[in-house]
């Protein structure tokens, strides 16, 4: 049997109901009494029920949005905007409150996931771009919170996830490639630690096995889904390779941008020289010239599904688990066949 909220007034040396106020952010606490609180809560591994807790104060639950990396400009983020837009549809029909808070690395290590929630008044939370090695992600394994994330798995009772079949996606893709012809693939990855670079990569030796093709570990460069990063590496395995490549897929859009961009100031022809293909979608894509070839995710639609998932765990009329959204891969100006 767990802890009780006795447990921790007795700990603490005050009365449960203090305790109360204490969790529901009442600010006549003061501050050594508060940390008391907290710290008697932790040692006891106390959480309290947040759902139950809005319950009897008769609050509209609170619906976070909690996303990472955006204070450092990371550039995967920019998908933000669409997400919003899907959760933000489904809240405002469901009449739910919901607020987006962005975070860092700096502020992470100063505050707990739980202790962010709690001085949020969150009931639930929506995480995009909270990496799996991050001691965030580590304790919302933990913290009993209703969780839902975006395109890495979250596998607690009070959790689940949403992304598209990001494994199936990239095979797909290097598929294509490699049965119109092309044979000297190059793949431009993402962050290592991320659970969607190691998913999407799976994909790609999928189709690789499959079709019986090799591909060498030199022709796996690591654009960290930056642009520019992406862009430096392509120059220079094109100045050191001796073989140009005649495709070249990426893990993510903002990666293909800058591999078209370098390929281009070395005289190569998209796609005459050289095929490209992205994965995401992202809308300035079809502006590039020639546009961009790419595994299309729809983030509106993960985001209205993440809220409603995220809804039923904090009225615990539902469970979390996995869901998947469909991908389409559009073929269009920066792919041709070889054949």
Known sequence: MGATIQDVARMAGVTTGTVSRAFNNYQDIRPETRRRIRDAAEVLGYRPNISARNLAGKKVPNMGLIISGILEGDEKDIHAFQLLRGILGYTRAKNLEMAMYATDSAMQSTESYTDFCMRHSISGTILC?????????????????PTVAID???????GGWVSIDNRAAAAEAV???LTSGHRKIVVMSGIDSADVTLVRMQGVMDA???A???LPADRILQGQFSQEEAYSRMKAYLASCPEVPDAVFCLSDLMALGVMRALKETGLRIPEDASVIGFDGIYIGDMCQPPLATVQQDMCAMGREAARMLHSLMRETGAGGH??????LKLKGSFQARK
Not at 152 to 158: A, C, H, N, S
């Open 129 to 145: 771009g909270i990496r799996t090695d991050d001691t965030y992600f580590q304790e919302l394994m933990r913290s009993g919170i």
């Open 175 to 177: 598929q294509a490639l």
């Open 323 to 328: 869901y998947m959204i469909p991908h389409q």
């Open 152 to 158: 890495f798995p979250v596998e607690t009772g009070k």
């Open 212 to 214: 019986g093709y090799e």
């Open 208 to 210: 690789c096995r499959d």
